[in-house]
């Protein structure tokens, strides 16, 4: 299980759990004003336009992220009969809430380098809580698993499986009767995904063998 490698670490796991409340509940935020700048009402009347994480957490998505490091918030609705265009405008919205984890992994990144140029790390307050270069997950400082967790989260997300923000964003490229028959797949999203996710007999998950390498290279782009 992944909180496994933080048991040793108590500060470790509140670090870890803070960053996940922080980028699901931006994340979902980000959904959610999105959709209500494009005229949608129904994430305001839902209580999802706040940055309250009892608004956004979902049990199975944070039950996932706790066991193995891949999880979701809980999905924003909104109407599509109040947007302008349909299909398009849910690809914004959709979109919305990965580009919000990268940006705050940039930052957290951009924070990072700061701290090394100006060799911060070495007062002992501001190391010890904003980084501490030990290993990649056990004794890493918040900085550290920030953008870790927001890099996770965005890529996980971009997968064109529903309820994945990815299915969306692929829907509003397609063409009207290609995006019909994408979205007659939605009702089977939780199967593709329980697949996708649960390993093999190998004992490797096609997250593992497909994913794991992408947000692997883009996290040594983001980390020094």
Do not use: C
């Not at 470790?12 to 509940?25: D, E, H, K, Q």
């Amino acid at each position: 299980m992944f909180i496994l490698q933080f048991l040793n670490n108590p500060v470790g796991v509140i670090l870890f759990l803070l960053s996940v409340v922080i980028a699901v509940s931006v994340h979902e935020f980000m959904h959610a004003k999105t959709a209500d700048k494009l005229g949608d009402p129904t994430p305001e009347l839902a209580g999802r336009v706040t940055l309250d994480p009892r608004a956004h957490l979902d049990p199975l998505g944070s039950f996932l992220f706790l066991m193995v490091g891949f999880g979701w918030g809980k999905p924003v609705p909104f109407d599509p009969f109040n947007l302008d265009n349909p299909r398009k405008d849910a690809a914004l919205i959709s979109l919305a809430g990965p580009m919000s984890n990268f940006v705050m992994a940039l930052l957290g990144s951009i924070i990072i380098r700061l701290i090394i140029l100006f060799e911060l790390y070495k007062i002992d307050l501001i190391g010890s809580l904003l980084f501490h270069p030990t290993t990649q997950f056990a004794g890493s400082g918040f900085l550290e698993i920030f953008v870790y967790i927001n890099i996770v989260l965005g890529i996980f997300n971009l997968l064109p499986i529903a309820p994945l923000d990815g299915f969306k964003i692929v829907g509003g490229m397609l063409s009207e009767h290609s995006a019909r028959q994408w979205y007659s797949l939605e009702r089977y999203g939780i199967l593709f995904l329980l697949f996708f996710i649960f390993p093999f007999a190998g004992g490797r998950s096609m997250l593992e063998v497909f994913v794991s390498p992408v947000i692997g290279f883009i996290i040594n782009l983001f980390l020094p």
